[in-house]
């Protein structure tokens, strides 16, 4: 994974290192901004009259939720991210415009659609709400809630409730939610037939670092609800994941260890090269199961289904 992909994969733990340099992009771009909103007023309105809907979304996530209520969404902050490690259908059209990174779009290009529904995360995007809000509605979510008042597999269900209801597309949105539903009835009723409900497994993401994902964690909570154990149960983080070395895996031996990471292989440096890795149980009894490097773990309801879907065509 190149130095840029890591980054941007590890934003989440980072994202409030940047604040400052956030707010100068605010002030250079409000000019910008102002003269394109002023200029694009009267369209804005014509677009809300003939309810022609569009939508940029500035987190991928957001993306595969309109995607799956069947809108294609104007605009997008980082599309070619989005290609890499998001592979849901339907796709993008080619047509959708990049709107910069996820951490800092551009508020001009995304002023220059005119959009009348923007949405974004929170913890990324806040700063920037009241700018966002004077170019369309915007909506901005929190996915990584306190364990101790919720967990993030509702919080999936009730952000693609929201996100259907503004878009006008309740309907269809119960219809996903329905077919995921059944999904992973389907993958629990194979998991229970294989004989695998008392086997435990682990989640990791390499960064390049190891992550295992914890008990909070959407992709954790999909797999359990098909019937699988975690065997990873330490300290809980808001993100859904601890960052660990080659060591914390020496216990987990016996657990089936499923694993996402660049060119779908476990990185030789610092893992794959190293003798404590291949005297793992799950190393030597061949129990590694690659589930591609376009899995998205923190996605919605089409990337839950096809998680749960790639598992247990791993395991059984």
């Not at 170019?135 to 999936?156: A, H, R, S």
């Amino acid at each position: 994974m190149n130095h840029e992909d890591t980054k941007d994969r590890k934003e989440e733990e980072e994202v409030f290192m940047n604040l400052s340099r956030r707010k100068l992009l605010i002030t250079t771009a409000a000019t910008a901004v102002s003269v394109a909103c002023s200029q694009q007023k009267s369209s804005v309105n014509q677009v809300a009259k003939t309810n022609d809907l569009r939508v940029v979304a500035l987190e991928w996530t957001y993306v595969e939720n309109l995607l799956a209520l069947g809108i294609q969404p104007v605009g997008v902050a980082d599309i070619a991210g989005y290609k890499k490690y998001v592979n849901i259908a339907p796709q993008l059209a080619p047509n959708v415009q990049d709107v910069g990174t996820r951490q800092e779009p551009s508020l001009e290009a995304i002023a220059q659609l005119q959009p009348n529904l923007i949405l974004g995360l929170e913890l990324r995007h806040e700063p920037i709400l009241k700018t966002l809000f004077s170019i369309g509605k915007t909506l901005l979510f929190n996915p990584y809630i306190d364990p101790k008042t919720g967990n993030q597999f509702e919080e999936m269900q009730q952000t693609f409730r929201q996100i259907a209801q503004a878009c006008d597309r309740v309907s269809r949105g119960e219809i996903v939610l329905k077919n995921l539903q059944n999904s992973l009835t389907e993958s629990a009723a194979k998991i229970k037939d294989a004989n695998l409900t008392e086997n435990t497994f682990i989640l990791g993401q390499f960064v390049p670092e190891l992550r295992l994902f914890t008990q909070n964690a959407l992709a954790v909570q999909v797999l359990e609800k098909i019937g699988l154990k975690n065997a990873w149960n330490e300290k809980l983080d808001r993100f859904g994941f601890n960052t660990i070395g080659l060591e914390s895996l020496l216990p987990l031996g016996k657990s089936h260890f499923l694993y996402i990471a660049e060119n779908n292989q476990v990185p030789q440096q610092g893992f794959a090269s190293n003798p404590v890795w291949k005297r793992l149980e799950f190393v030597k009894d061949n129990r590694l199961y690659s589930l591609g490097e376009d899995t998205w773990v923190f996605g919605g309801p089409l990337s839950a289904k096809i998680l749960a879907e790639k598992v247990v065509k791993s395991l059984v």
